[in-house]
C-alpha cells in the first residue's frame, strides 16, 4: 500500500476526474492526507464547487462512487 502525496490546507492543485482536469485548492486535508475536500469553480461529475476524496490502497477516489481521481500539485492560480 503506497502513501498519498502530502496535501495540506490551502494547496493549488489540479484534480482530474469524470474526464476533466480543472484547477482546485485544498479546503480541508487530514493530517496523513488520506482524506480531502477539494474545492473548484467548476462542475465536475456532479459536484459543484468542492469534492470529497478519500486515499483507497493506490489511488484516490470520489468518496461516495469510487472514481478514481488524480490530484497534482500546481503552480498558483491559472486564473491570477
Known amino acids: ?8 490546507q490551502g494547496d493549488n ?3 482530474t476526474a469524470f474526464g476533466r482536469t480543472v484547477f482546485a485548492w485544498v479546503l480541508l486535508a487530514s493530517g496523513n492526507s488520506e482524506s480531502l475536500m477539494l474545492g473548484f469553480d ?7 464547487g468542492s469534492m ?12 461516495f462512487t469510487g472514481e478514481a481521481v488524480t490530484v497534482e500539485h500546481a503552480l498558483g492560480n491559472p486564473n491570477d
Open 1 to 8: 500500500m503506497s502513501a498519498p502525496e502530502t496535501f495540506k
Open 42 to 48: 467548476a462542475m465536475l461529475g456532479g459536484y459543484i
Open 52 to 63: 470529497p476524496l478519500i486515499w483507497n490502497v493506490d489511488r484516490f477516489e470520489d468518496l
Open 13 to 15: 492543485v489540479h484534480v
